[in-house]
């Protein structure tokens, strides 16, 4: 995961300096392993705004363990501070579609979490439909990131049998719901979660 030789700070909020084929590495060889849950944040300006006025959500965002560059102003900022590294845009959407990729290589399953009612049936749909192969094991749109919500939550994704989460729930809400719910994640066997904001409604055609 994420290194002190790769992890640099924009205005105090840590961020992965990597390339995008080291950030799929990254994930594949932790799938393959499946040693604890990898929580993977895509660090956008509006993630460094709300941490620099949010202690909490700034602690979820350092305490995980990839924090990938989401946001030209990511971009810009990390050339500005730190020239020589090297560290491609990665967004919500393109992890999504990189984890119907890899449940394709693996058989493993993924689970679509939020977005509004069928959103996430239809991302899945056009998932498996440019990855043949790949698992969409379960959707949920009727629950919410509120805490009283969390257990109903949970056993569907571990009723689901799925390795792989994808949360659109929206920031900062998707943060602290996988910070709170990351040892409840692990003990279900999930291997990888990502907050991917709008990226349900990107890949489903809705916007």
């Known amino acids: 995961e994420g290194t002190d030789m790769t992890r640099t700070q924009v205005l105090g909020v840590p961020v992965d300096a990597l390339t995008y084929p080291d950030i ?3 994930i594949r060889r932790h799938v393959r392993s499946g040693e604890g849950c990898l929580h993977v944040v895509t660090l ?3 993630y460094v705004m709300t941490a620099r006025n949010d202690p909490a959500f700034a602690e979820a965002i350092r305490q995980s363990r990839l924090i990938t ?7 810009l900022a990390l050339r500005a501070l730190e020239p020589g590294l090297a560290a491609d845009r990665v967004t919500g959407v393109a992890l999504s579609w990189f984890l119907g990729e890899l449940s ?3 058989g493993q ?5 939020g977005a509004g009612i069928g959103v996430a049936d239809e991302a899945g749909r056009r ?4 990855h043949p192969g790949a698992s969409v094991v379960g959707t949920w749109a009727e629950g919410s990131p509120r805490a009283e919500d969390d257990a109903e939550t949970i056993d569907r994704i571990r009723e689901s049998g799925a390795t792989m989460l994808l949360v659109a729930y929206g920031a900062p809400a998707q943060i ?9 994640l692990d003990a279900a066997g999930v ?3 990502i907050g991917i904001g709008g990226a349900l409604d990107y890949i489903s055609g809705n916007v």
């Open 24 to 26: 799929r590495d990254v």
């Open 44 to 46: 956008n300006p509006e």
């Open 69 to 75: 560059v989401d946001g030209v102003g990511i971009s």
């Open 104 to 106: 394709a290589e693996t």
């Open 109 to 113: 399953g993924v689970f679509l979490l």
């Open 127 to 130: 998932l498996i439909a440019e």
């Open 176 to 184: 602290h719901w996988i910070h709170r719910n990351l040892p409840r």
């Open 191 to 193: 291997w990888v979660v």
